[in-house]
T-cell receptor, first 114, second 119 residues
Framework: DAEITQSPRHKITETGRQVTLACHQT?????MFWYRQDLGHGLRLIHY???????NKGEVSDGYSVSRSNTEDLPLTLESAASSQTSVYFC?????????????FGAGTRLSVL | AQKITQTQPGMFVQEKEAVTLDCTYD???????LFWYKQPSSGEMIFLIY??????QNATEGRYSLNFQKARKSANLVISASQLGDSAMYFC????????????????FGKGTHLIIQP
């Protein structure tokens, strides 16, 4: 079955370190997204991509970067982790140019920055 | 201003009763889509139901229905005959400009409603 997987599921790191969260989907979807979830804020969009070599900033992109070298993967990098980036991170994907364009989510990565 | 407002931080409902979770939205775009997601305690985000702004009828998916009142900008989720397994966080979300460019833009989420079904 097609799916979207995130790794690691849990990560503890120190402030200032570079961290990369992986997202891999086998839906063959063109669109991929990264969100963060914090108490009291719901989910907020970090970055998104329409396809290979395309990336776009979302609402809360400062301190994060993404790259899209193939259809299946959209890794999220925290260049220099900060305590304010402690959060649960969700990756999602959706098919292009389809009515509804439902986003399907991975299981999430819980990141703690100490 | 918030684009998605969920005014019920938490709700307690008796099993088998119907539940209405409120969602109001704010957009000036005539074309938009509204979504509801469920997040159980295990943490995953599960898609429940979708309503497009041009849809003439309210969306239904099994025990879930969406009470769409366009003039009031509300998109309430109705769960009929609630079950213990319905206990979860519920998020309302919106994507604007549904009819432009393939709808690849991200979703704007509300803060969620924590629903607890009591036996």
């Amino acid at each position: 079955d097609a799916e979207i997987t995130q790794s690691p599921r849990h990560k503890i790191t120190e402030t200032g370190r570079q961290v990369t969260l992986a997202c891999h989907q086998t839906w063959n979807h063109n669109n991929m997204f990264w969100y963060r979830q914090d108490l009291g804020h719901g989910l907020r969009l970090i970055h998104y991509s329409y396809g290979v070599q395309d990336t776009n900033k979302g609402e809360v992109s400062d301190g994060y970067s993404v790259s899209r070298s193939n259809t299946e993967d959209l890794p999220l990098t925290l260049e220099s982790a900060a305590s304010s980036q402690t959060s649960v991170y969700f990756c999602a994907s959706s098919e292009s140019k389809v009515t509804k364009n439902i986003q399907y989510f991975g299981a999430g990565t819980r990141l703690s920055v100490l | 201003a918030q684009k998605i407002t969920q005014t019920q931080p938490g709700m307690f409902v008796q099993e088998k009763e119907a539940v209405t979770l409120d969602c109001t939205y704010d957009t000036s775009d005539p074309s938009y889509g509204l979504f509801w997601y469920k997040q159980p305690s295990s943490g995953e985000m599960i898609f429940l139901i979708y309503q497009g702004s041009y849809d003439q009828q309210n969306a239904t998916e099994g025990r879930y229905s969406l009470n769409f009142q366009k003039a009031r900008k509300s998109a309430n989720l109705v769960i009929s005959a609630s079950q213990l397994g319905d206990s979860a966080m519920y998020f309302c979300a919106m994507r604007e400009a549904e009819d432009s460019g393939g709808g690849a833009d991200g979703l704007t989420f509300g803060k969620g409603t924590h629903l607890i079904i009591q036996p």
